[in-house]
């Protein structure tokens, strides 16, 4: 042994962390790095992260210092992630031991006479076999825990990109629906996305424990995203699907970018095609009123695809062609206030009053009556 490297983070310091949310640090790391590779046996419980001609100068083990600090690209930026992980799994009865190029760092509780307590420590030896790499070699973990390292990263996957953009990419969803992955790491599932989606770390600030991340700004994200949608059925089915991570993609406000949906003529013919000469709207009092004022109107309860289709061209050609009554015809008053006044006969049907000789029942029959020949 020629060195040990004492620290001051004591058992239970990051009691709240689990095993893989801590390997996630070396994974977070290598990917950061680039030139990696990573390795999961299950059966073992073992993992194997591997950085090419890398070399941990021993600072990295202080808490605080990160060379990544101000660069928006990396997934990390606190420079005390390493340090913590290890504790966490020592913690919890794992191995962690990292072969630095020529040296080998094994990680322990030690007593310390300085600080009179039980420490985080790492003694150093000569490696022997060095390499120009550098590997961290997690080992004791359950097959469970090396399962959850896999969900968690988006590398050791199979998942399919549906699209890319600038902000980030829809990937297929896996067993789970409306994942959120930064940087290719696991962040939170949202319940009410219908896709998948893997962000850039630019995009979407994170804490230090990677898990705060504002649901209002994950659904303006995502409405940037759509909005660069290259397959147009594909985005149409988003917009049909009513589902959050779509809900804001007509609204440039939120969505960053204005400018006609490149779906919107689909939509209007397609709305057309089945409703021809008739005006859409999501909003039911609308509907409402064009149904009193006799015009032939289609409720659509889906503001997204409603937009959509009223900023088409064959939409908006069509408006001008139609004529809309903007007031409620005479027949339909009439009628109108025929049924009200029913309603309130057969609210009160045990009253038998006479009025010059009729029941108001025998009244609104008459009325019907000048009605039909009044309009027939």
């Not at 962040?187 to 504002?214: H, I, M, T």
């Not at 069509?318 to 339909?332: A, F, H, V």
Request: include cysteine.
């Amino acid at each position: 042994m020629s060195k040990v490297y004492k620290t001051n983070i004591t058992k239970g310091y990051c009691f709240q962390w689990s095993i893989s949310k801590s390997c996630m640090e070396f994974i977070s790391n290598a990917l950061d790095e680039g030139g990696y590779d990573i390795t999961t046996d299950s059966e073992n419980g073992v993992l194997e992260v591997t950085n090419f001609n890398v070399k941990l100068d021993p600072k990295v083990l202080m808490l605080g210092l990160s060379s990544k600090r101000g660069d928006d690209t990396k997934r990390g930026m606190f420079g005390c992630g390493v340090a913590m992980a290890i504790a966490a799994l020592l913690d919890q009865g794992c191995n962690v031991t990292i072969y630095n190029t020529d040296i080998i760092w094994e990680c322990s509780f030690d007593y310390c006479q300085e600080w009179d307590y039980e420490v985080l420590t790492f003694k150093e030896y000569p490696n022997p076999s060095p390499t120009s790499n550098l590997t961290i070699m997690v080992s004791g973990m359950e097959s469970s825990d090396v399962e959850e390292i896999t969900q968690r990263t988006l590398v050791l996957q199979d998942r399919e990109v549906l699209f890319s953009t600038p902000y980030g990419d829809v990937i297929e969803n896996g067993d789970d629906q409306g994942e959120v992955f930064c940087g290719d790491m696991y962040v939170c599932e949202n319940n009410g996305f219908k896709y998948s989606y893997n962000f850039k770390p630019k995009v979407l600030p994170l804490n230090q424990d990677r898990n705060a991340v504002d649901n209002w700004e994950l659904k303006k994200l995502t409405a940037r995203i759509w909005k660069e949608c290259p397959d147009q059925d594909l985005l149409m089915e988003a917009i049909k699907s009513k589902k959050e991570d779509c809900s804001l993609v007509m609204d440039s406000f939120w969505s960053g970018k204005s400018g006609k949906l490149s779906v919107s003529e689909q939509f209007g013919e397609e709305f057309l095609t089945e409703n021809p000469n008739t005006i859409v709207t999501s909003d039911f009092s609308e509907y409402e009123s064009h149904v009193k004022c006799g015009n032939k109107v289609k409720y659509i309860d889906n503001s997204n695809q409603v937009k959509s289709i009223k900023e088409s061209d064959v939409y908006k050609e069509m408006l001008c062609n139609l004529t809309i009554i903007e007031e409620e015809s005479k027949e339909t008053r009439l009628h109108t206030i025929r049924e009200a006044l029913q309603s309130y006969v057969d609210d009160h049907s045990g009253n038998d009053e006479i009025y010059e000789g009729k029941t108001l029942q025998d009244y609104l029959d008459e009325l019907e009556s000048i009605i039909d020949n009044e309009i027939y």
